[in-house]
């Protein structure tokens, strides 16, 4: 996990503080509120089929972000799904390939 930057510090002291005040309504609460227990419901159970090598990045990338692999995955293809979930530029894209490559040649995989 990375360390916080001078703005996350500046900010997290102001909310210890109590500098922080809330600017949102009791409806506009109340349809957060709404939204996030209609989204958290957890209803239905997939089983997918993926390469052993695309599981242990997800796995890394889990640990990374401090959460466990299976809700990184639903996390994923919520925002797939919504239409928040970006396409890498063709570059980056390329660079991943390469890298991959790399690493299967070198026997990293």
């Known amino acids: 996990m990375t360390q916080p930057d001078p ?3 500046e900010l997290l002291q102001a909310y210890e503080s109590g500098k922080l ?4 309504t009791k409806a506009e609460l109340a349809r957060l509120r709404a939204a996030a227990r209609a989204t958290a419901v957890k209803d ?16 890394v990338r889990a640990m990374q972000e401090g959460v466990p692999y299976q809700t990184l995955i639903a996390s994923v ?5 919504t ?8 570059e980056t894209s390329k ?8 690493s ?3 026997g990293r995989n």
């Open 44 to 59: 239905r159970r997939v089983n997918i089929r993926m390469s052993a090598g695309d599981l242990r990045d997800i796995r």
């Open 95 to 102: 660079r991943a390939a390469e890298s991959r490559r790399r």
């Open 104 to 106: 299967l040649r070198d």
């Open 7 to 9: 703005f996350e510090i």
């Open 21 to 24: 005040k809330s600017i949102a």
């Open 83 to 90: 239409g928040r979930l970006e396409e890498r530029k063709l």
């Open 77 to 81: 293809l919520h925002k797939y799904v």
